[in-house]
């Protein structure tokens, strides 16, 4: 390992690892991504890969444009198969109040360039014929939307950022700061015993720059260095499905009770639903409950898959903060402490337009309105943002 970095990134997450592989691509290569287990044992290894341009404020459907223009040329330019389908996302809507956000978020996207449309049941059911589109009131589809397979995309960055320079140790935990007033002289780092090794003795990287990106754990890493995040851990839950031959295009997703599914490129049903009331908490667990209630949802939207069998299920930490929207920039009171947490449900597909802005915002040292934004005061001056196509 690295004696010292010109920049520390702490977890190797999507997130962590798009980071790490901009800096290098703009000549900052002397980077250590610290990772306390696997490459995808955290979010990133157990999302749904849905990446959509459908977002109800302008500045995240410009963030996803260039997003989704980057998943198309991934597999390209990283040289691994990301398994990137465009079968667009089919949001329904069954209320009035529901319709009304998919009209104006459609507006927005219209407004952005993008071409989704707000559709009728009866067109909705042309893109899914078997869809129940009784209840439904109205739909919104944006053919350029998609899924990835999340672990090879992880894998790329990881990769990319190593052939460039970077250096990438799993099984490493972040355990603490060195600092002299409000500078970071070094991250202390220790060996995780789930790696076997016998090394155990405590390390330190020297560097004056660190990244947050622990996703879920954001929050233990901030602490140590005292800063106070706001965003907490919840679990959520998804599984998958038997394969079947493919004939399903889109991701479909019901804003009213946060239902998604969509069909993977090796023919499985993966999906999820929102549980409104998981307590805040590390947990990875998965639960009957969790299943009860997807498989009640999903039979009622799309009968057909009443006889679906599940194969598999697993769970995974949303990171939410009180307002839906992340927390990326600096913080005051710790030079050089980047935060790139907070992303709830949506942080894989925002990971490679975030880990480019963020790469620039640290080699320029410039400000970025968007970061101004998303920075962490916002929350002590009551600035909230809002999002309302948040789904899971
Ligand atoms: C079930 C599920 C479905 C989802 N579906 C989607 C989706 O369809 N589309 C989408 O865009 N997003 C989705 N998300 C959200 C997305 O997965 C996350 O927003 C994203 O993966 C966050 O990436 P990250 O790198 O910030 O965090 P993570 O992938 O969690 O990485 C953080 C890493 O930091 C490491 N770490 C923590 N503490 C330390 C420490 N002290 N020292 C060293 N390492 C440390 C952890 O081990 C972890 O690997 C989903 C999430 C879940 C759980």
Redesign the pocket.
């Known amino acids: 390992m690295r004696a010292d970095a010109d920049v520390v990134i702490?977890?190797?997450?999507?997130?962590?690892l798009a980071i790490a592989y901009h800096l290098a691509t703009r000549g900052v290569t002397k980077v250590t991504v610290?990772?306390?287990?696997y490459l995808c044992?955290?979010?990133?290894?157990?999302?749904?890969?849905?990446?959509r341009a459908q977002w109800s404020s302008e500045a995240n459907v410009r963030l996803m444009q260039e997003s989704i223009e980057m998943c198309r040329d991934f597999a390209q330019k990283m040289k691994i198969n990301v398994w990137f389908r465009q079968g667009g996302y089919l949001f329904l809507a069954r209320s009035a109040q529901k319709v009304q956000a998919l009209e104006q978020s459609v507006k927005v996207q219209n407004e952005c360039g993008l071409g989704t449309s707000m559709l009728t049941p009866s067109e909705a059911k042309k893109i899914v014929p078997e869809l129940d589109a009784t209840p439904i009131l109205a739909a919104s589809y944006n053919p350029d939307d998609g899924v990835v397979f999340p672990w090879p995309f992880v894998w790329g960055y990881a990769q990319a950022a190593q052939r460039l320079g970077v250096e990438v140790i799993p099984f490493?935990?972040?355990?603490g700061f060195e600092t002299s007033g409000s500078r970071i002289d070094a991250v202390t780092v220790r060996p995780n015993p789930e790696i076997g090794s016998s090394e155990k003795r405590e390390q330190k990287i020297a560097t004056h720059k660190v990244v947050n990106?622990?996703?879920?754990?954001s929050p233990?890493?901030a602490k140590m260095l005292g800063i106070d995040l706001p965003n907490r851990p919840h679990r959520?839950?998804?599984c998958s499905s038997e394969p079947f031959k493919p004939w399903l295009r889109p991701l479909v997703a019901d804003l009213t009770d946060g239902l998604y599914f969509s069909q993977s490129t090796r023919g499985e049903i993966v999906g999820?639903i929102s549980q409104r009331h998981v307590p805040p908490g590390i947990n990875q667990e998965s639960s009957h409950t969790f299943l009860g209630r997807y498989a009640q949802a999903i039979t009622r939207t799309c009968p057909i898959l009443g006889a679906a069998k599940v194969l598999r299920q697993w769970?995974?930490?949303?990171?939410i903060t009180p307002d839906a929207n992340p927390i990326v920039g600096e913080v005051d009171g710790i030079d050089h402490f980047y935060q790139?947490?907070g992303?709830?449900?949506?942080?894989?597909?925002?990971?490679p337009i975030i880990g480019k802005l963020l790469a620039q915002y640290i080699v320029d040292e410039a400000p970025l309105p968007l970061f101004d934004r998303w920075n962490l005061r916002r929350f002590d001056r009551g600035e909230l943002l809002s999002e309302a196509m948040i789904i899971?």
């Open positions: 702490v977890g190797g997450g999507i997130m962590g610290v990772e306390k287990s044992s955290g979010a990133s290894g157990r999302n749904g890969g849905g990446v490493c935990d972040v355990i990106a622990a996703g879920a754990w233990e890493v959520h839950e998804i999820g769970a995974g930490c949303y990171d790139a947490s992303f709830m449900g949506h942080g894989f597909m925002m990971a899971g």
